[in-house]
């Protein structure tokens, strides 16, 4: 009895430092990001740096949600997303770092096979058909892709 009351309170001390711990790298990951944004927004990647079809992911922090998204040049235009299929919630990559379809002329997520429009996000054939994906605002200033949080009701980013 003595001992499963003591394995309890290791359990328990166990999962309040992760929760700080978590906490802690949160505010310092917010901390960061505000130091390095600028115009509302986060440079994620040089004009320069990403060529048209390829598509970078990234890390940002909106409100009290941390939100992984990814950026795609869609010959030359610029578009964020969060990373999040419309089917479920699960990234697009899920095959890591695999975001596009075969012809690579759509985003795919790996799941179940559902095809998005590079520029709209729209979904335009799979389980998700006529749902769009989550915008991020982008910005390119000074040769830099800058990526920033939507306005509004952010609930949606939550895990
Ligand atoms: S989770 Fe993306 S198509 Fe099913």
């Known amino acids: 009895m003595e001992f499963t009351i003591y394995l ?9 430092i992760g929760l700080a711990l978590r906490r802690f790298f949160f505010l310092r990951d917010k901390r960061r990001m ?6 509302g927004g986060r440079t994620i990647a040089r004009v320069d740096e990403l060529q048209a079809g390829s598509v970078k992911k990234f890390r940002i922090i909106c409100r009290q949600y941390r939100v992984d998204g990814f950026l ?3 010959h030359g235009s610029f578009h964020a997303y ?3 299929c419309r089917h479920m919630t699960t990234p697009l990559d899920f095959i890591r770092d695999q975001f596009l379809s075969e012809d690579r ?7 179940h096979g559902a095809l998005y429009e590079f520029a709209t996000g729209l979904c335009i054939a799979g389980p998700c058909k006529g749902e769009s994906l989550y915008r ?21 980013l939550k895990d």
């Not at 309890?8 to 309040?16: H, P, R, T």
């Not at 002329?105 to 799941?111: D, P, S």
């Not at 991020?136 to 949606?156: A, F, H, M, T």
Request: with cysteine; net charge neutral; glycine share 6%.
């Open 8 to 16: 309890s309170l290791v359990f328990l001390a166990l999962y309040l």
């Open 34 to 39: 505000q130091a390095q944004s600028r115009l």
């Open 72 to 74: 795609v040049n869609d």
């Open 82 to 84: 969060v990373n999040r």
């Open 105 to 111: 002329r759509h985003l795919m997520c790996y799941t």
């Open 136 to 156: 991020l605002p982008v910005r390119v200033d000074r040769g830099e892709v800058l990526v920033g949080c939507p306005e509004g009701d952010l609930s949606y």
